[in-house]
């Protein structure tokens, strides 16, 4: 079955960065998009990035510009680097894939979970 683990997430400052992995299994990685959301504590989850399985990227208003992004297939994992951090970006982040080969900012288009690793951001 799909797995996929996250991990990098951590305490870090105001303006500080973290590079955030998510190694996947189960499956031929290349083949599917993959995507990041997040939960703050008391909110709904959204949106973060998404990759295509070429490699187009789409981003929230929130992060464009600050987050990117990527893709090693030979590892089969996705990346999120988030840098220039703000307190409002604490959350819970997830990786999610979905079944099909576009990048997709909408929930219901991902089919299978991480767990998700904590950010917290420090003002």
């Known amino acids: 079955q799909v797995q996929l683990v996250e991990s990098g997430g951590g305490l870090v400052q105001t303006g500080g960065s973290l590079r955030l992995s998510c190694a996947a299994s189960?499956?031929?990685?290349?083949?599917?998009?993959m995507g990041w959301f997040r939960q703050a504590p008391g909110k709904e989850r959204e949106f973060v990035a998404a990759?295509?399985?070429?490699?187009?990227?789409t981003y929230s208003d929130s992060v464009k510009g600050r987050f990117t992004i990527s893709r090693d297939n030979a590892k089969n994992t996705v990346y999120l680097q988030i840098s220039s951090l703000k307190p409002e970006d604490t959350a819970v982040y997830y990786c999610a894939t979905t079944d099909g080969t576009k990048a997709t900012n909408s929930e219901s288009g991902y089919n299978y979970w991480g767990q998700g690793t904590q950010v917290t951001v420090s003002s």
């Open positions: 189960g499956r031929t990685f290349s083949t599917y998009a």
């Open positions: 990759i295509s399985r070429n490699s187009f990227t």
